[in-house]
């Protein structure tokens, strides 16, 4: 393929098809604070992947799921035997969410393979959407779940049987939305791929502040989750001497607020995060018999991940009074190294098209950080609005969002021609 | 009424009718651990009354409502226009609640009308059991509803509007409750009473560490009810440095701690219990954007409850961090003193039934304090197994259930024949 060819298919993404697609996607499940809460295996995500599959089918591309129900879109290459190049993200979204984290990723993909058939271009390679299932680990814990068990580094019997707060299972979830879903074929793990890009919002404030338009991401700062149950007993508030109490949320607050303090971190590097807390019986009036907080904690040296995080436990003993506490580790993801030659042709991509870049760290983890081990993978981040994400208020412009579309057109397009 | 007519009444109290009759009431709402959960206004608690009234109506008592959905059954006496004395407490429990808190003391009532029909004596005041609505306050805040709306204490439009955690109101359970349940008559509030004296499990340690049977209750301590909203901003866990959030359960877990600190009392007279946290989104990965606690703060000295409550504003203010943070004073009871002749009355007739017995400060709150300002009001207690109460775990004997009623009916029919 000449360069004239690349550029032709830049030149076919069109930011009005990819800005709309963007609205007409953040219909499923939008909020009326215009988010979106569309988590996985809902009713909403599946009217989601409905909608991808109609504007897909017109186009003759066919479609797969694997047993994790993972969903990849392909456009045929000249090469029927070869492994494909596959792009995307995810289409679930954070139960209050916005319009941009993971969409952007599988729109963009779709904006790639839809600038290739308007340009008439047909590459070496098959190239292939893929949505992942359940990147952000909401309603099922734990985050990346569709590309962690395609890339067998969890274990697909467990994480079928992992339930919701409702006691769905994701078995059970994944039947229903198979019965609303067709797809043309099944396809098993371990599926060869040539590389893996992904496109997403930087979820972060460094672009727009620096006023950069493309993010080459370079690594994936490394991260562990825990979960702190913490067991006391329900007694009455207005009755029970604090010497007879066992409060687990008093314990809980004290481990909470001496973590805060020993993973203060001055240079403002280090990620700490209490974002769950549900307390038994939870009324007024009772001393609660039992607390369950999670951490989230990530830094991209994997040292401190592993030093400041194995203190985490102690830490929980020592503030749990007259309770009893259990410290479990529920994920364990070391720093991810992206691919140099994929880093390369970001940059490369970028300083063709004449678009402010830098390199840089991801904050959040991706589930390109599941395809790094099995292929050479990287990825393009776009600004959002004040690095809000996370959030209903996440916002992005149309130019960048065709920006990153189109770093990400010339770096598929080439990588499929290789 | 002689002496020997009382004698007759406290000796037909049965102990076996009165332990059986417990148990009975425990299978609405049982659950596996061998507790109750019959909230207020529930199918369950329909249930208990329907169970009640087909005791009552057996007996030709007659029943009445009002509009806030107290229930009251009435044993005429001689004098037909002669205001009641009246006697009961609640049927709803906590979530994870026993079978004895608050069913103790409407089944005691129940079986002081029933030993004077198996007597077959007739007192000069009509005597009647009430059944306050939602005295436990889980479903729908405030605690001691019913009997506060009676007493003119709460706002009854206030009330019915409340709405529990799905956004049902009270109006509306109550409607539903009602077309389940008929009664006899209908009441206004203002209803005069000659005497309230309920009876109680003690619900604290006292009575069994000290060998009593019976507890005489002087005063009822002060109680003060908080709720502190404490607003962030939803932010990416992984993202986000430290300085750009506004984590509202860090700043919530920071109050909680130094109000823990603050509210240390050294000779352990104080209560401080924080015993709902709520938090949203809840997610492990997103930086809470709002937090939601409760405060149950209590002390019998009026003047520790006004001045170390005045403070909890501002200890929540200092410690919000670049959260904002509102508080709010739900409920307000100074200290109740209960009727010295009332007090004098259950002393004595403890004293002739050669019962161990006690004065003693409650330190739950109870619907006889709402009573107290109305008419000459007194508690009885008797002992429970570890003074554990609002447990699943929560025990009685049958032998001291049937003393307390057997103080509470020489108690009543001595004031009903004043």
Not at 340 to 350: F, N, T
Not at 373 to 387: E, Q, R, Y
Request: aromatic residues 6%; proline residues 6%; glycine residues 8%.
């Amino acid at each position: 393929m000449t360069d004239s060819e690349v550029a032709k298919v830049v030149g076919a993404v069109r930011e009005d098809r990819l800005w709309q697609r963007h609205m007409d996607m953040a219909a499923f499940g939008a909020t009326p604070r215009g988010g979106v809460n569309r988590e996985a295996l809902t009713p909403e995500f599946a009217q989601a992947r409905q909608c991808l599959l109609g504007w897909t089918s017109e186009r003759g591309f066919t479609s797969a799921t694997d047993p994790i129900g993972n969903l990849f879109i392909r456009r045929p290459g000249a090469d029927g035997a070869a492994a494909p190049v596959v792009t995307g993200s995810h289409l679930d979204t954070q139960p209050a969410g916005g319009k941009f984290d993971g969409a952007f990723g599988v729109l963009a993909a779709l904006e790639v393979l839809e600038a290739l058939s308007d340009a008439g271009i047909e590459t070496k390679r098959p190239i292939e959407l893929v949505d992942w299932m359940n990147e952000e680990g909401g309603r099922f814990q734990p985050t990346t779940m569709g590309s962690s068990v395609f890339a067998e580094t969890l274990p697909l019997a467990t994480v079928l049987a992992t339930a919701d707060r409702e006691g769905v299972t994701i078995e059970a979830a994944l039947a229903e939305m198979r019965g609303q879903i067709k797809t043309d074929e099944t396809r098993e793990f371990g599926f060869p791929m040539a590389a893996y890009v992904e496109a997403h919002i930087e979820q972060g404030p460094v672009l727009e502040a620096t006023g950069n338009t493309i993010g080459i991401v370079t690594d994936i700062q490394g991260l562990r989750w825990f979960q702190v149950e913490v067991m006391g007993e329900e007694a009455h508030a207005g009755t029970t001497p604090r010497a007879n109490r066992k409060d687990a949320l008093a314990a809980a607050v004290e481990m909470i607020e001496t973590l805060h303090r020993f993973m203060y971190d001055e240079s403002d590097i280090l990620r700490f995060t209490v974002g769950r807390l549900d307390v038994s019986p939870n009324t007024p009036n009772t001393v609660p018999a039992r607390a369950l907080f999670t951490i989230d904690f990530r830094h991209p040296d994997a040292g401190v991940l592993r030093e400041a995080g194995d203190h985490i436990e102690e830490i929980c003993d020592a503030h749990s009074g007259d309770c009893d506490v259990e410290v479990t580790e529920t994920i364990t993801s070391a720093p991810t190294i992206f691919d140099p030659a994929i880093i390369s042709l970001i940059g490369d991509a970028a300083r063709h098209q004449k678009l402010p870049a830098m390199e840089m760290i991801s904050g959040a983890t991706h589930d390109a950080k599941s395809l790094a081990p099995l292929c050479p993978s990287g990825m393009i981040f776009v600004p959002c609005a004040g690095g809000i994400s996370h959030n209903e208020a996440e916002s992005a412009t149309p130019a960048d969002l065709a920006a990153g579309a189109k770093v990400l057109a010339e770096a598929v397009v080439s990588l499929a021609n290789r």
